[in-house]
Structure formats: C-alpha cells, structure tokens
C-alpha cells in the first residue's frame, strides 16, 4: 500500500511567522512531488511542484525533496491569514496518492 | 481558458439510487482521474482514463464505474448508493496519463453528493 504521511495539526502560527509543513512517502519509484491547498468547502488548488532533490522556491513558498529520506515540505515564509486551510501533500508514482493533509491556522 | 468544469455541484440521493457526474478537462488535456474527498480525509483515487482508455483503478467496489468520450470529458457513475458514498467527487486534469509522467493535476470545484 503507497502511504503519504502528514501531521493532521491543527498547526498555528502568528502572522509573519514562518509555517513549516512536512510529508513523508513509502514508494522509492515516486517521480513528482505535490502540494495542494484546500480552503473548507472547496477543492484543492495546486500551489507548488517539485521533481528533483533541492529546493523550489515560488514567492513566499518554498518546497523541499529529499528522495533518499523520502520527504518533501512546504515553508511558507511571512504567513497571512489568508494562508490559513489544508495543504494536502501528494505523491505521483502510478497514481496520484494524497495525504490526509494538515490544517493550518495563521493567527493575527 | 476555461478549468475543469463539473457538474451538478450538489446533488442529494437516497439509498440504492444511481447518479452521474460529469466532467470536462482544460483544452488540450487528454487525462481525466476521479478522485473521492471524505470529510476530514485527503482525496482517495478511484479512476484515471487516458485517451479514453482507463489506466487505473482505485479501491473501490464495482459499484463504481467510469466513461471517457471523444472530447476528452468523462462521466463518473455510481450504482446502489449507500452512505457512504457520501462525499466531494473531484474530477482532474492533466496533459498525459499519470504513469510515468511529471505533468501536474488540476482539479475542478468538485461535486457534493449527499446519500440520504
């Protein structure tokens, strides 16, 4: 069974911190590597790829890999409150394999 | 350019029906997956079809069926609903199929099927 791991959360962070989101993988042939954010009620908005080990920054977001761990994250630099839903890590070996994702609060 | 589209957005069933969901793709994208999101759970994948041939599968019943047309839009069919079927059906977008690939997934705003 492919698993994608996250930490459920809640997660808080004041306004202007830093959110560090992380997500484990079980399957070595994974080539692409997702995150997702889902505000309540709606569906998820891709934000970030990444397919090779290293960072990825895209404004205020950077993405991590590392293949040999089998870990991927999401910092989110100057957090908003508008930075505030459920970011969903997904994994694309065969399929497209999702986490359960992490809620994350920015508090003003 | 238009996202994916979906369609109904809400629907409420009973016991044992049947319903149909209905999804177009970006232009251009040949690629459809369906996808179900539980509350409180990550999407799960139920089926992907590519060039109108199905190309996975997920775990779910053979209650569970899926069509892609010509045009690339793809229907998503479920038969004897039952509670827990419950759910936001997502339907999503890609340029290629997904094995082997390194395209990225968009996703419509979903279908919110409730099983009464």
């Known amino acids: 069974q492919k698993e994608v791991e996250q930490n459920s959360g809640p997660l808080s962070v004041p306004e202007g911190a830093i959110a560090s989101l992380n997500c484990t993988y079980s399957?070595?042939?994974?080539?692409?590597f997702f995150w997702y954010r889902q505000y309540s009620g709606k569906s998820p908005e891709l934000i970030m790829s990444i397919y090779s080990n290293g960072d990825k920054e895209d404004g205020r977001f950077t993405a991590q890999l590392n293949k040999a761990s089998q870990y991927v994250s999401l910092l989110i630099r100057d957090s908003q409150p508008s930075d505030s839903a459920t970011y969903l890590c997904a994994v694309r070996g065969y399929q497209l394999t999702f986490g359960k994702g992490t809620k994350l609060s920015v508090i003003p | 350019d238009a996202g994916v589209t979906q369609s109904p957005t809400h629907l409420i069933k009973t016991r044992g029906q049947h319903v149909t969901l209905r999804c177009s793709p970006i232009s251009g994208h040949k690629s459809v997956s369906w996808y179900q999101q539980v509350l409180g759970q990550g999407p799960q994948f139920i089926f992907q079809y590519y060039e109108k041939e199905e190309r996975g599968r997920g775990n779910f019943p053979d209650r569970f069926s899926a069509r892609q047309f010509p045009n690339y839009s793809s229907e998503l069919n479920v038969n004897a609903l039952l509670l827990g079927d419950s759910a936001l059906y997502l339907c999503?977008?890609?340029?290629?199929?997904?094995?082997?690939?390194?395209?990225?997934?968009?996703f419509g705003e979903g279908s919110r099927l409730t099983v009464l």
């Open positions: 399957d070595r042939v994974s080539q692409s």
């Open positions: 999503a977008s890609s340029l290629n199929s997904l094995a082997g690939g390194t395209g990225e997934l968009f």
